[in-house]
């Protein structure tokens, strides 16, 4: 399939780093060091820049996408074949627009050309040749616009990885984005290999940029609402490949006016994509181009140079430049973090203990550090959390543990994060029943979160052991080991309050993880999962109290894992 390309004789444009020789070395006059949160792209070799300095002066536009930077070999050219640097044309631009007060981005590649990891395969020349870039223009953004066969090359985009974890370590306030080609459906395959590229690096990507354009999906395709689908279905790979993806990492860049497939990005559309963005607090709204923000003169059919429909000058760019985004960019949005509980409470028996995963997300601005504490909690309840300390839009888990000597009875203990921004609370509800007989406890589980490194007192079918991982949390977990003919079922029986209603958890990860209890009362549930996630099913004793409980995987399936079971 035609995927989403940045205008025709336009995307071969592409900037490219001549001086392969250059140390890696700080940049030094950087402007900024947020990713900018409305920055179209300009055609640099078009002779229509003239618009981009109305869009500044007159508009109000902070920042914008220089295109295209390309490589050839191990040098880099601008698409209109000089050299960077030393561009007599696009540099005074350049330069133009910062004294009027605008921050630029160095965008590389496009449909027609790739950035310089594709076209060279020596690591410190690539280094190298993006160093140049910052170095002689200044600038803390990098952007990649990867499209065609060259998203398909995971050697390059290996090499690609590598060069920004080594920029990054030289310039700290660098940051860099991926222009990728998408469908309404995300990413493709190959989109979704370039995250994974960042990960295995041990890097992110700060801003996933998603060419909302082109889907060739027929021309009465409403493309705001198309926006906004591939948005959220590419945050959702991003998550998949790591969890601390979030709309702040997110990027959106539709064409506007009349796409090469036939179908339009009208102003009503900018504007159901700027009103999602400012929900969500998506990283950075962008479009191509601002030499296309205009209307066409007589029959033309030029997209490089306009819209193709009828708009006022500048309109898209009216629509978007008041959007301040979710890290700070044009405008600056004040970051903040939300912080929330699931479960949001539990019971208890004493000598016994429960868990709960504190989430937390970047709800504008960029992610930073949070210290999770708890205060509230009774005399002989501890609480701790691992980690203690996460990444807004990542999550940690709040273990409480419950003495023996413990009061029955509900305790509100709030959980508080803690960034530089401020701090946010959520209230966890602890009961705690009694462990003896009448009105409400029961037994507890012993060696619940297996950290005596030994199954007992479980009693283990096969070879189900105690293992020390994967582990949802402290040291050790269970690893059930299913056989042709048997389950691998691990057993504790426990002597409960007759009469009474309990709640069994665990956290499970697995093909067909199952946990329930047996004898006194029947009940279970499973998941199949390949991480953890929590497992919960009630039950009513009988008039003995004396339930076994258990968990198990499945006949000829795959090893299970199960740690922190908590019975209240």
Known sequence: MHLARFAASACALALAATGVTVALAPAGSAAGSSVYSVAPYVDMSNGQEGLLDTAVTGHGLKAYTAAFVLGEGCTQIWGDTLPIGNDSYTDPEIARARSEGASVIISSGGASGEPLAWTCATQSSIDAGYQAVINDYGVTQLDFDVEGAAIADTAAAARQMQAMKDLKSANPNLR???????LTSGLTGDGVNILKAAKTAGIKIDVVNVMTMDYYAGTGTEMGQAAVSAAKATLAQMQSVDSGYTYANLGITPMIGRNDDGSTFTLA???????????????????????????CGGSANSLSTCSEISQNPLAFTDAFVPYEGGTGGGGG??????????????SV?????ATATVATAVTSGSAESVGLTASGAPSGVSVSFSPTSVTSGGSSTLTATVGSSVAAGTYPITVTGTAASGGHSATYSLTVTSSGGGGGGGGSLANA?????STSPWTCAGGSSVVSGPVHSGSHSLQVTPSSSSTGECDQTVTLSANHTYT?????????????????????????SGSWNQLTVGFTTGSSGTVTVYVHGWYGQSDVNADDFTLG
């Open 176 to 182: 860099f984005s991926m222009t990728l080609p998408v």
């Open 269 to 295: 559309d900018a504007g159901t994509v700027e009103s999602f963005a400012a929900q969500n607090g998506v990283g950075r709204l962008s479009f191509w181009s601002a030499n296309r923000d205009q209307p």
């Open 333 to 346: 949005a004040t970051t903040d973090f939300s912080l929330s509980l699931s479960p949001g409470s539990a």
């Open 349 to 353: 028996a004493q000598g016994g203990s």
């Open 449 to 453: 979160g297996f950290e005596t490194g």
């Open 504 to 528: 069994l958890t665990a956290w499970v990860q697995g093909p067909y993880a199952y946990i329930g209890v047996s004898g006194g009362a029947g009940a279970s549930t499973w998941s199949n």
